[in-house]
């Protein structure tokens, strides 16, 4: 298929799951990249990245109910399929799987993945049933699609080591790539979630880098006291109304640290007016 013409676009599980099969039947491999649409820049990278390593990709536009809490934003997360379609085209899509709510969520859907330590600490305290709901929904997405590798991007740290474990713990037959984070020009992690932020929020929203930076940069002259560098991102971040939570943790793993003696993930979450934002970089590598 050619870089421009548009994507298939597919509903029901049983069609995604028979283009798939046929297609790997064939020989071909094929690549998921999974999403909840309003695409960005850092969606269509990973198609691309997908592209380039596979014969097929097919992305998943779905907005998924069962991991946003009651008070979070699912009624108001941006949804405008036409568009993402044109932005899968253009990175080279083959087929785009948008399932209703009910082909995902069948009446009598009564089984949730619930994964352990992974889940439970950062993200998990804060949205107590948000891992849940990605580890069931990307599950059944991985069981309709069963794609060879399936891309995810690094922005969301703690669900790239929940969807690790996950696929670990079930034997699940797929490779997880994790993609870096593609950013604004001013160092915004690129995410849905942006297009809430009022001009001067957006600015605001810059000092989550920027103390990510600071952080980098501490490390880089020697300083591994996770106590130090936390006090100078906060001092970073006092443009954000509320640092929920910065977290030193052991690459790869939810396992806090207190000296960066190694790889290390430091992991923050902030909100900006109402918006939550989340963001990380990789130290001691
Ligand atoms: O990262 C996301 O957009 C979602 O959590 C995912 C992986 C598509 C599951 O709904």
Request: net charge negative; with cysteine; charged share 20%.
């Amino acid at each position: 298929m050619s870089e421009t013409s548009s994507p298939l676009l597919l509903s029901t599980g049983a069609e995604i799951r028979a283009a798939i099969l046929a297609a790997r039947s064939n020989g071909e491999t094929i690549g998921l990249v999974p999403t909840m649409g309003a695409l960005h820049a850092g969606h269509v990278s990973l198609v691309r990245t997908a592209k380039a390593e596979c014969d097929r990709v097919v992305a998943t536009v779905f907005v998924n109910p069962t991991q946003f809490g009651p008070q979070e934003d699912f009624n108001r997360y941006p949804r405008d399929l036409e568009r993402d379609r044109a932005l899968l085209a253009e990175a080279g899509c083959d087929w785009v799987f948008a399932p209703s709510t009910d082909e995902m969520y069948p009446l009598g859907s009564d089984t949730m993945v619930h994964v352990g330590a992974a889940a439970a600490e950062w993200e998990g305290r804060i949205r107590p049933t948000h891992f849940a709901g990605v580890a069931t929904v990307v599950l059944k997405l991985f069981n309709l699609a069963p794609a060879n590798r399936a891309y995810f991007g690094r922005k969301d740290y703690q669900q790239t080591v929940v969807v690790r474990q996950m696929v670990s713990d079930l034997n699940v037959p797929i490779d997880i790539v994790i993609c870096p984070t593609v950013r604004e020009p001013d160092g915004l992690a690129m995410s849905s979630r942006n297009a809430y932020l009022s001009p001067t929020e957006r600015q605001h929203a810059t000092a989550l880098r920027r103390s990510l930076l600071a952080a980098e940069e501490l490390v880089a002259i020697g300083e591994s006291d996770v106590e130090v560098i936390r006090a100078r991102m906060e001092s970073v971040l006092v443009d954000v109304d509320h640092v929920q939570y910065i977290a030193f943790l052991r690459d790869g793993a939810m396992e806090s640290v207190d000296r960066i003696a190694g790889p290390t993930v430091i992991a923050l979450a902030a909100k900006v007016g109402a918006t939550r934002l989340i963001d990380n970089t990789l130290v001691g590598d």
